[in-house]
């Protein structure tokens, strides 16, 4: 009798394991379609026609594969161009960050010096003053200095990055100062002792910073709207969220396939670099 | 470590140090004084004194976009706080199918407001969208999820929420990740059933990953801006005029200069006290950044 339900209550906890496991595991589908299903969506419906869209809102596949939004935004606006210049321009902010922030970095971390407190305290002050409560001012000052719908307007304010400089000297406040010593001694410059010999140290901190940048800039919406009035410089979110507005009615496969061209390279880094983008989050 | 001549450490700082005064600092104080004159971008600016300050807090419009921002600020926290959690503790565990759910929720935070904002105004379309289409299926279809005044700001909000919670997610899974398991173990040699090993082990020591993740979404959130000017351009009957897009509207749309940097005076002190509490939350969690 004992064995027998001893045996049983084995057997439950068993079952209850599996159940939980299954539960777990329907439980995780659940989740993965709420994010996978919209995604989907935007491509099933970016391969759709106008009439089909019409004709039945809701089916979830298109009759079959059809391009012609995706040639509809084609001439819509010129999206290689866009793309390019948005690289270019996310780029040349990632890049402007980290040739910057590494001296600056050093300094703080590494130095004394009198003053250093203050310039820290500088730093760390612009970390709560986002883009958002200083557009206005700075628009202003780019209208006055004609940098309206310039590459300038879109790149400088963002060349120094508080976040970038504290990253920066986190990770550099890690190195032990005899390397920099060492590299003295060996006669290396100061210039030598941040890029060639320090940069290489952090690579990892270095390589999150600039992907997080420019993926940011490469999606960002608010300032290329803000600072840019005309087509010379509409970089690529832009350009699709125009989409939206050039038409009305059911225009949503061309809108979709704005959308996915929008987001394709960007899912496609984060395929490839997830590792370093859920690192710089952890912080 | 001594700098090999006194000019270096300012060498080193002086690009850094001057781009963010001039686009960071010195912004804040130059909206300060824009705001005490009337202008048009076209004629003359004319002082007017505190006559913007007046102008914004009159009929109570200011109070009412300071709090429709912080009511969409708190739905966005609230439900991807909720979320987050829920989410961390279901991935974290080893296999293919849940780091595959990790990726996926992750990814939306990664994408642009742009691609999803238009992804859920196609799934919430009136006559062709998915979403509307399921809640008719299900009884719910009276109300226009964006075209009504009540609904709008809370279904931004939902769109919010999709696009961040795998920022708290990933957050709160390295916050259980550094739980030690003995702590769950002496609980359970103490005779803790799995529900409260969850309150007493597992909530009280992610607390402090919490309050990073909350707060940070909660400043980002008050800033808000991408998802209105494109799903709902402040409407329906200004229900979703956030703070950033109210600045804009002020700026480009009605050219009212004075008025576009008074509030963003008060944005950024508002901002400011929001900041405070992400400090208290960064420094009580012990993170380094």
């Not at chain 1, 050093?106 to 004394?112: D, T």
């Not at chain 2, 140090?17 to 009337?38: H, R, T």
Request: aromatic share 10%.
């Amino acid at each position: 009798m004992a064995a027998a339900s001893g045996i049983e209550l084995v057997g439950a906890v068993v079952v209850n394991a599996a159940r939980l496991r299954g539960l777990w595991r329907v439980t995780a589908f659940v989740a993965a379609a709420a994010w996978f299903v919209p995604y989907l969506w935007m491509v099933a419906t970016s391969f759709k026609t106008l009439p089909e869209i019409v004709a039945n809102p809701i089916a979830l596949l298109p009759k079959r594969i059809d391009l012609g939004a995706y040639r509809e935004v084609m001439s819509a606006m010129p999206v290689a161009r866009s793309m390019v210049l948005t690289a270019a321009m996310a780029t040349a902010i990632a890049t402007a960050q980290i040739v910057l922030a590494l001296p600056a970095g050093y300094a703080l971390a590494k130095l004394h010096f009198v003053g250093r407190r203050v310039a820290f305290g500088v730093v760390l002050a612009c970390l709560l003053v986002p883009a958002p409560a200083t557009f206005v001012p700075v628009f202003l000052f780019f209208a006055k200095t004609h940098l309206v719908n310039t590459m300038t307007a879109l790149v400088l304010p963002f060349a120094a990055s508080s976040l970038g400089t504290l990253f920066v000297r986190q990770a550099l406040l890690r190195v032990p100062d005899e390397i920099i010593e060492a590299a003295r001694m060996d006669g290396a410059g100061e210039a030598t002792v941040v890029y060639r010999v320090l940069a290489p140290m952090i690579k990892p901190t270095l390589v999150s910073l600039f992907l997080v940048s420019f993926v940011f800039h490469y999606n960002d919406y608010f300032w290329p709207l803000v600072m840019t009035t005309d087509d010379t410089v509409r970089t690529l979110p832009l350009g699709v969220a125009l989409l939206r507005e050039q038409g009305t009615g059911a225009r949503w496969h061309i809108v979709m396939a704005g959308n996915v061209v929008l987001l394709a390279p960007v899912l496609a880094l984060f395929a490839i670099t997830q590792k370093h983008l859920m690192r710089a989050v952890r912080g | 470590m001594i700098p090999r001549s006194r000019a270096h450490p300012w060498w080193m700082l002086a690009p850094t140090l001057v781009l963010l005064a001039a686009f960071f600092i010195v912004p804040i104080g130059v909206a300060g004084f824009e705001s005490l004159f009337a202008w048009d971008l076209l004629t003359a600016p004319r002082y007017v004194g505190a006559a913007n300050y007046r102008a914004i807090v009159a009929h109570g419009w200011l109070l009412a976009i300071a709090l429709r921002t912080l009511a969409y600020s708190v739905l966005v926290v609230s439900g991807t706080m909720a979320s987050g959690l829920a989410l961390a503790l279901l991935v974290n565990r080893p296999g293919r199918l849940f780091s595959l759910v990790r990726a996926s929720v992750f990814s939306a935070y990664v994408v642009s407001w742009v691609a999803v904002a238009l992804l859920w105004m196609t799934l919430l379309d009136d006559s062709g969208g998915l979403v509307t289409h399921g809640l008719r299926a299900v009884g719910l279809g009276g109300v226009s999820l964006l075209g009504d005044p009540r609904a709008a700001l809370p279904t931004l909000a939902a769109i919010g929420v999709w696009k961040l919670t795998g920022y708290s997610m990933i957050v709160l899974l390295s916050g259980l990740q550094s739980i030690p398991p003995s702590l769950h173990e002496a609980a359970a040699l103490d005779g803790a059933g799995a529900w409260a090993r969850f309150c007493h082990v597992t909530l009280p020591a992610l607390a402090p990953a919490a309050a990073f993740a909350a707060t940070t979404t909660l400043v980002t959130s008050f800033q808000a801006f991408d998802v209105v000017r494109i799903v709902t351009q402040g409407g329906p009957a200004r229900a979703t005029q956030l703070f950033v897009y109210a600045i804009y509207e002020q700026i480009f749309l009605d050219l009212r200069v004075g008025r576009a940097s008074a509030l963003t005076v008060v944005f950024f002190f508002l901002l400011l006290s929001l900041a405070w509490l992400q400090l208290r939350a960064l420094s009580s969690s012990g993170r380094s950044s």
